[in-house]
C-alpha cells in the first residue's frame, strides 16, 4: 500500500494532474471573493478593450472608472458605493453578449454600459430587454438603437450617425463641393452613417462612389486607388479606430491630400493622436471637445481629470461620464435600481450643467431615449500650443436641430405594463 | 467488466451527475448558467468535429460552416416562417448538415493538407455569403429580431424563453441524445470501421471498405452534429453571428478538441470546460487573456499531447 502511494506520488502523472488541479484553484479562488456582499450598487460595463476599437474602448473605461471614483467620493448612489465591473467583448458580438449574461446573472449589476462597437450595443440591448435591466449605450452611433429598435430600457449618449451627418454635410458641401467618395465599415455603423450621408447630399444635388470594407481592413490601397481616379472633391473616411488610421497614413503615402479634402463623420481624438502631422487634417464632427468656450463646468472637469489621466479626456471620457452620472440621476430621481423605475426617471430628464457639460437644455428625448447633445462642427490640426489642442471649432450645431423629430427616427417606444 | 471498462463507465456518471447538477454547484465558482449552456454547446461542437478528426483520422479547418449554418438556419426559420424551436433546430440542422454532405462529395478523394485546405475554403464561402447578403442575414452585425420561444407541448409548456435554468436542461437534453447517439455510432460495425480507416487507410482498403463512402458519411454525420451545435448556439444568445462562420471558429473548434482529447469520447466537452472557462474569467482578469489561452493550449499540446482527458485515461498510460 505504501508503496503504491509511494508510485502515485512519484509519477510524473500523477504530478502533472496535481499541477493542474492546484492550477485550476488559482483560477477558481477569486470568483469565491467576489460573491462577497451584495450592498454596492453594480454597474457593468462591455466595451471592446482588445481589437480594433480598444483606443476608443480604452478611453471609454478610464473615464467611467474616474466617474465611479469621484461618485464615490461624493457619497455614492442612494447612499451606496458604485462598483464598477468591466468586462471585455473583444469586438466581437457573440462575446459581448455572453459578457453581457455574465454581468446580469452572475454579478447581478443594476445597469449596463457598452458598447463602443454598433453591432455588438445592438445585440446586447436583446439580453438587457430580456432581463430588464436599464442600458446606456456610451459610444454605439448607429440609428436603430434609438430609432428603428428603441427600447424602453435603453439610452445612447453619443449621436445618432444621421445627427452626425446632417451636422456637417452642409459644411462640407459648402466648402468643398458635391463629387463624394466614401471609404466605409462594413456594419450597422458604416452603413447607416453612409446611407445618411448619401441622403444628404444628394438632396443638395450631390453625387458619390464609395467602398464599403470590413471593419478591421488594414490595407486601403485598392480603394485608395479607386478614389484618387473618381477624383472628388471629398474623401469621406467612416472608419473607425486602428482601421481609419491606417486609411489616414496610406491616403498621405498616396500623396492625395493636396488632390482632395478630407472630412467625415467622426476622427476621433484617440486616432487623432496616432496618424503623423500631415494627416492631423480634414473637417469633422467633435462630439465634445476639451476647450468648449462659454462653459465653466467643463473647465473644472478637465483640470479634475487631467492630471489622474495624464492628458486632456477626448469625447469618450465624457459619454462614459455622462453615462455614469445619467445612471446616478436616474437612481436618485426613481429612489429604486429597478430597470423600469430607472428608465422612466431617466427620460426626458435635463442634465445638470456639471453632468451635461454642455450649454443648453441637455436631455435624453423621451421618445426615442437619445441624448439631445450639441455637435461641434470643425477642422482638424496638428497640435497648437497645448499637445492636445487639435481640434478648432467652426460652428456647433443643437442636438435637437441635428436629430430632427421622434418620428423621422422611426422609434416608437413602448414600456412594458 | 474490466478495469478499462469500470474506468470508462466511472468517467461517464462522474460527467453525467456534474452535468445534471449544474445549477446547484456552478454558481459557487462563479459561473451562471448561460455560461454551462456555452460550454455544452461547444463541446458538442467539438464532439460533433471528433468523428472525424479523432476516430476517422480526417482533418478539417472548417467546420465552423456548418456550426455557422446550423445557426443561421435556426434564426432564419425562427424570424420568417415560424416561432417553434424545436423546428428551427431541425431547420439548422438540416441546413448545416445537407450543406456538409454535399461538399463532402467534392473532397472525399482529397487528403492531409488538401482536404483542411478546401474545408477552410467553404467555410469562408459560407462567411463571406453571410457578410455580404445584409438583407437577409444581418450582414457583418448578425441576425437579430428572433428569440427561442417556450417548449409547447398541449397539456404544458416549457419556458425556455425566460427560465435560463430550463433552457440549461434543454441544451443538455439535446446534448445528451446527440452524445449517446455519437456513442452508438462508434459502438457501431461503422463506427469500428471509422476506427480501422484512422488506424490504416490502405489496410482497411486492402480489407474491402469503401473508404471514400465511409468518410463521406463520417464527414456529413459530423457535419449534421455540428450544425444541431450551432442551431443551439443561436438559441442561446437569440443571434447568429457571421464570425460564428469564420475560420477562428474553425480554429476554436479544433484547439477545444485538441485541448481535451481527441481520442477520447468526452475529450472535447473537457476542452470545451477549459476554452470557455479560460475565456470568461481570464478575460475579467486582464485584457491580456488571449495569451493565456494560448499559453494553456501550447502546454497541453506539449506535455499532454493526448489531451486532458487523455491524461486521465487509463488506456492511454504508455
Known sequence: MVANIGSILSGRRSLLKGAAVVGGLQVASPFIIKARGETPVKLGMVDPITGSLSALAVTEVEGAKWTVEQINKTGGILGRPVELLIEDSANDTGTGVQKTHKLIERDNVDAIIGDVNSGIAYAMMGVTKEKGILHIVPGGHTDPITGTDCAWNTFRTCNTTAMDTSAITGELVKRFGKKWFFITPDYAYGKTLQSNFVKKLQALGGEFQGDMLPIATSDFSATLIKAKAYKPDVLLNNMGGSAQINCMKQFLQFGMGKEMALGGALFEIESVRSVPKEAQAGWWCMEWYWNTPGVPAVKTFVDAISPVIGKKPTARHWMAYVSIHAVRLAAEKAKSLKGIDMARALADLELPPEVSLMPGKIRYRAGDHQLMSNIHIGQMHPSEGDPDNLFTIAATVTGEEAAGSVESTGCKMVYPA | ?318
Open chain 2, 1 to 318: 467488466m474490466n478495469a478499462l471498462l469500470r474506468h470508462k463507465y466511472a468517467t461517464t456518471a462522474i460527467i453525467w451527475a456534474l452535468l445534471l447538477t449544474v445549477p446547484a454547484w456552478l454558481p459557487v465558482f462563479g459561473g451562471y448558467t448561460a455560461l454551462a449552456g456555452r460550454v455544452l454547446v461547444f463541446g458538442l461542437a467539438a464532439m460533433s468535429f471528433n468523428l472525424l478528426l479523432g476516430f476517422t483520422g480526417i482533418m478539417s479547418f472548417g467546420h465552423a460552416a456548418y456550426f455557422g449554418l446550423g445557426a443561421y438556419g435556426c434564426g432564419l426559420f425562427l424570424k420568417y416562417v415560424s416561432a417553434s424551436t424545436p423546428l428551427a433546430m431541425l431547420a439548422g440542422t438540416l441546413l448545416g448538415g445537407i450543406a456538409g454532405t454535399l461538399f463532402g462529395l467534392l473532397l472525399v478523394r482529397r487528403r492531409g493538407v488538401y482536404f483542411a485546405m478546401v474545408t477552410i475554403a467553404f467555410g469562408q464561402v459560407c462567411f463571406y455569403i453571410a457578410y455580404k447578403w445584409d438583407d437577409f442575414t444581418g450582414g457583418y452585425d448578425g441576425l437579430r429580431g428572433f428569440a427561442r420561444a417556450a417548449l409547447d407541448f398541449g397539456a404544458f409548456k416549457i419556458d425556455i424563453a425566460n427560465n435560463s435554468t430550463a433552457f440549461y436542461f434543454f441544451i443538455l437534453a439535446v446534448f445528451g441524445g446527440a452524445a449517446v447517439l455519437q456513442a452508438l455510432l462508434l459502438k457501431s460495425p461503422f463506427g469500428r470501421s471509422m476506427l480501422a480507416i484512422r488506424e490504416n487507410e490502405r489496410r482497411a482498403r486492402f480489407l474491402g471498405l469503401p473508404i471514400e463512402k465511409h468518410i463521406w458519411l463520417s464527414f456529413s454525420i459530423s457535419c449534421f452534429f455540428t450544425a444541431l451545435a450551432g442551431s443551439l448556439y443561436a438559441l442561446l444568445n437569440n443571434f447568429a453571428d457571421p464570425l460564428g462562420l469564420n475560420y477562428i471558429m474553425s480554429g476554436n473548434i479544433v484547439m477545444i478538441t485538441v485541448m481535451g482529447g481527441m481520442r477520447a469520447f468526452w475529450g472535447p466537452l473537457i476542452g470545451a470546460v477549459l476554452f470557455v472557462a479560460l475565456q470568461d474569467y481570464v478575460s475579467s482578469m486582464t485584457t491580456n487573456w488571449m495569451f493565456f489561452v494560448g499559453l494553456t493550449f501550447v502546454c497541453v499540446v506539449l506535455f499532454f499531447p493526448r489531451g486532458l482527458m487523455g491524461m486521465f485515461q487509463k488506456g492511454a498510460r504508455t
